[in-house]
């Protein structure tokens, strides 16, 4: 064979070699870039489940402690309304107890001041208060007979003559009381055991007037007005006067000695020395017929 064969083989083998690389270079490259590609998408896919499986799993876990949550609240109300339930239920035991308590003390103590009633011949009440003009002095609470006690009040004012001198005057009142009702008039505190007394209690006008016309609202209560004392600053007066108290079986008939001593001070206030007796009935005025 010719050298100038020889060559041309050669170079017709090179040529071809050059060709077939240059036309499949760029297909390798992007073959290879697809295979890069598809790994990253592959990894970003395995990583992309793995989060929604971690998501997806906190999802669970917040539901779950939500209704445990809710599960724990309902829990928390109900033994919360079983508690106020055994509350209100001591409470109206424990006030059932003291109720039945106070009832089963009140009637001992009336059945044994009942028992131990012991009429006495006279009731005194001695006092040195402090009080205000167009108040109401409340004494006594002597138990004048069994299951009945006995009040005497007293409300100073300020009287004015024709000849414009001033005077003091003291308008009175006796009442008749069940133990029942002392409560409701404020009296529960005006009790004796005795026959004598140094206590007193006050009312201002108008407590004064509902408590005057709720005695005489009252089936049992008795209400009876005495004789005005009149006198001066500084005079001491003295009254004796009967009265009668109403019955079942008549009118009683008792006696009152009042003695007032009256000072009043430069505010105004006035300082009173009382002394008052109340004698037992001397005889019972039979009622009259019908």
């Known amino acids: 064979m010719k050298p100038t064969a020889i060559i041309a083989i050669l170079l017709a083998g090179a040529l071809g070699y050059f060709v077939n690389h240059f036309t499949l270079a760029p297909k390798l490259k992007v073959a290879q870039e697809t295979v890069v590609r598809l790994e990253t998408e592959k990894n970003a896919l395995q990583e992309q489940m793995v ?25 928390r109300g109900e033994i919360a309304q ?17 109720k039945a308590k106070q009832a089963a003390a009140g009637a ?15 009731y005194a009440a001695t006092l040195n208060v402090a009080l205000e003009l167009g108040m109401t002095l409340v004494t ?9 006690r006995t009040f005497m009040f007293m409300t100073p004012t300020m009287g004015s ?21 002392l409560e409701a008039f404020f009296l529960d505190n005006m009790r004796v055991s005795g026959n004598e007394t140094d206590q007193a209690g006050g009312f201002d006008a108008e407590n004064a007037a509902s408590l ?22 500084g005079k001491e007066a003295v009254v004796s006067t009967s009265f009668q108290i109403p019955s079942d079986t008549g009118a009683m008939l008792r006696k009152l000695e009042l003695g007032v001593l009256p000072i009043l001070n430069e505010d105004g206030q006035m300082e009173l020395t009382l002394a008052a007796t109340i004698s037992l009935p001397e005889a019972e005025i039979p009622a009259e017929e019908p």
């Open 212 to 233: 005057f016309e709720g005695i005489k609202r009252s089936p049992t209560g008795k209400l009876l007005g005495l004789p005005t004392v009149v006198t001066n600053a």
């Open 108 to 122: 001992e103590s009336q059945e044994l001041e009942e028992e131990e009633f012991e009429p006495s011949d006279y």
């Open 140 to 148: 006594g609470g002597w138990q004048t007979s069994p299951g009945r």
């Open 51 to 75: 989060s929604m499986q971690g998501r997806m799993l906190s999802d669970a876990e917040r539901r779950r402690m939500e209704r445990e949550r809710k599960e724990l609240a309902s829990l």
């Open 161 to 181: 003559s024709n000849s414009g001198s001033g005077y003091l005057q003291f308008v009175s009142k006796v009442a008749e009381l069940d133990d029942s009702e």
């Open 82 to 98: 079983l508690r106020k339930k055994i509350q209100d239920q001591e409470q109206s035991q424990l006030l059932a107890a003291q």
